[in-house]
């Protein structure tokens, strides 16, 4: 698609967003504006965080299913997206999203939503990315969630305000697939120690590619990883420290079956990942990041091993972001990204990998973002850009 046609498009869809009198269901729940819980859409405001946090819920909250249901609990959630790359061709792309999501009273919330993708070949189904059902044991205190979710990530990648993903939370070393940043399928505990510390705990099936699963029934077994956070606020500052624990089974094509060995090679790898994270907020700018450290026990296999070669790698990385708001609807942002480990399927040596993404967002309605970001990298990768346009209705 060129660059006009993307123009036309999105000139279109801000027009009839702009035209549309429903807004997001948590809004015309408690009659309140957008920005009460997001520093323009769909960037989380510290309240609005909290509000996530208890289970969509505000402070003392009174209200009950029925409430749940006159608020009519559904929004739509669509995404234009042009990419460019350097030496490459654009490509235009649509996301869209059905969202429910709320609380049946003081015990019990949910959220489920339903995820399309659009292209030049027509819309697929890309799946569920969350559904849950959450249960407060002990209000404030302690609370039980399960289903299919995203992990208590400091900083959500499932819903997150930028355009191009964390680079750390996804990575890993050999032929590990695993990471923390998609979806898990399991339960989580967790809960309030004080009004400003925070615990959870979850125990998930661990990912694995869908390939993996059909070369293996064992690569889609529930392996009962652990992922746990301890955070703290103070004020409007935060500072949190995330672990994630177990064991992953992987599986690929025997590369070179003439040595011997089965067709395909199946093991097993330990998992470890520690991170440490922090927020801080400066007047009009807001500083935030991550540091994390990982290690895979036995990530790597070929013919002459087919259990593994039982060889440790591991990585470290992070990122740090920074966004001033020069306006209150106009907001520069900058992301220093870096992954130090083997280059994925190799056990060679670590190398430093970078990425910088200047970006620019714009609301052109409390429901509207125009977002405008580039991503730069080192080792010969490509830069890229991206414009996207974000609808909530």
Same mark, same amino acid.
């Given at each position: 698609?060129?660059?006009?046609?993307f123009?036309v498009?999105?000139?279109?869809?801000?027009?009839?967003?702009?035209?549309?009198?429903?807004?997001?269901?948590?809004?015309?729940?408690?009659?309140?504006?957008?920005?009460?819980?997001h520093?323009?859409y769909?960037k989380l405001s510290?309240?609005g965080?909290?509000?996530?946090?208890r289970g969509?819920r505000?402070?003392?909250?009174?209200t009950?299913a029925s409430?749940w249901?006159?608020?009519?609990?559904?929004?739509?959630r669509?995404?234009l997206?042009q990419?460019?790359?350097?030496?490459?061709?654009a490509d235009?792309?649509?996301?869209?999203?059905?969202?429910?999501?709320?609380?049946?009273?003081?015990?019990?919330?949910?959220w489920?939503?339903?995820?399309?993708?659009?292209?030049a =070949?027509?819309?697929? /189904?890309? !799946?569920?990315?969350n @559904?849950f059902l959450?249960?407060e044991?002990?209000?404030?205190?302690l609370? $039980?969630?399960?289903?299919?979710?995203?992990?208590?990530?400091?900083?959500?990648?499932?819903?997150?305000?930028q355009?191009y993903?964390?680079?750390i939370?996804?990575a890993?070393?050999?032929?590990?697939?695993?990471?923390?940043?998609?979806?898990q399928?399991?339960?989580e505990?967790?809960?309030?120690l004080?009004?400003?510390?925070?615990w959870?705990?979850a125990?998930?099936?661990?990912?694995?590619?869908?390939?993996?699963?059909?070369?293996?029934?064992?690569?889609?077994?529930?392996d009962g990883?652990?992922?746990?956070?301890?955070?703290?606020?103070?004020?409007?500052?935060?500072?949190?420290?995330?672990?994630?624990?177990?064991?992953?089974t992987?599986?690929r094509?025997?590369?070179?079956p003439?040595?011997?060995?089965?067709?395909?090679?199946?093991?097993? =790898?330990?998992?470890? /990942?520690? !991170?440490?994270d922090? @927020?801080?907020?400066?007047s009009?700018?807001?500083?935030?990041?991550?540091? $994390?450290y990982?290690?895979?026990?036995?990530s790597f296999?070929?013919?002459?091993?087919p259990?593994?070669?039982?060889?440790?790698?591991?990585f470290?990385?992070g990122?740090?972001?920074?966004d001033?708001?020069l306006r209150?609807?106009?907001?520069?942002?900058?992301?220093?990204d870096?992954?130090?480990?083997?280059?994925a399927?190799?056990?060679?040596?670590?190398?430093?990998?970078?990425g910088?993404?200047?970006?620019?967002?714009?609301?052109?309605?409390p429901?509207?973002?125009?977002?405008?970001?580039l991503?730069f990298?080192?080792?010969?990768?490509?830069?890229?850009?991206?414009?996207?346009v974000d609808?909530?209705l």
């Amino acid at each position: 698609m060129s660059i006009p046609r993307f123009v036309v498009l999105l000139g279109l869809a801000v027009v009839s967003a702009t035209r549309a009198e429903a807004i997001p269901e948590f809004a015309r729940r408690y009659a309140l504006p957008c920005h009460f819980c997001h520093e323009g859409y769909p960037k989380l405001s510290v309240l609005g965080e909290q509000f996530k946090e208890r289970g969509y819920r505000l402070e003392d909250d009174a209200t009950d299913a029925s409430d749940w249901w006159r608020s009519i609990p559904v929004s739509f959630r669509g995404s234009l997206r042009q990419t460019f790359e350097e030496e490459g061709d654009a490509d235009t792309t649509g996301r869209f999203r059905f969202v429910s999501g709320g609380n049946l009273g003081s015990r019990v919330s949910y959220w489920i939503d339903e995820s399309y993708s659009v292209d030049a =070949d027509g819309i697929d /189904r890309s !799946g569920t990315d969350n @559904a849950f059902l959450r249960v407060e044991l002990l209000p404030d205190e302690l609370y $039980l969630r399960g289903g299919r979710l995203e992990l208590d990530l400091p900083f959500t990648q499932a819903r997150t305000p930028q355009l191009y993903a964390y680079d750390i939370y996804f990575a890993t070393t050999g032929f590990e697939t695993d990471n923390i940043g998609s979806h898990q399928d399991g339960v989580e505990a967790g809960g309030f120690l004080d009004d400003a510390t925070r615990w959870s705990i979850a125990v998930v099936r661990g990912q694995n590619s869908g390939e993996e699963r059909e070369l293996s029934d064992s690569a889609g077994q529930f392996d009962g990883n652990v992922f746990g956070r301890l955070t703290r606020r103070f004020g409007e500052d935060r500072l949190g420290l995330y672990l994630y624990w177990g064991r992953n089974t992987l599986a690929r094509t025997n590369p070179d079956p003439g040595a011997g060995g089965p067709a395909v090679l199946e093991w097993d =790898d330990d998992l470890f /990942r520690l !991170g440490f994270d922090g @927020a801080a907020y400066l007047s009009s700018v807001h500083l935030y990041g991550t540091f $994390l450290y990982g290690r895979n026990g036995n990530s790597f296999a070929d013919a002459a091993n087919p259990s593994g070669t039982e060889e440790a790698a591991s990585f470290t990385g992070g990122f740090g972001q920074l966004d001033f708001y020069l306006r209150d609807h106009l907001l520069l942002s900058g992301r220093f990204d870096w992954v130090h480990g083997p280059e994925a399927g190799t056990l060679g040596p670590s190398q430093t990998f970078v990425g910088f993404s200047p970006g620019l967002k714009i609301w052109l309605h409390p429901r509207i973002r125009l977002a405008f970001e580039l991503n730069f990298r080192n080792r010969d990768q490509p830069t890229r850009g991206a414009i996207q346009v974000d609808l909530a209705l």
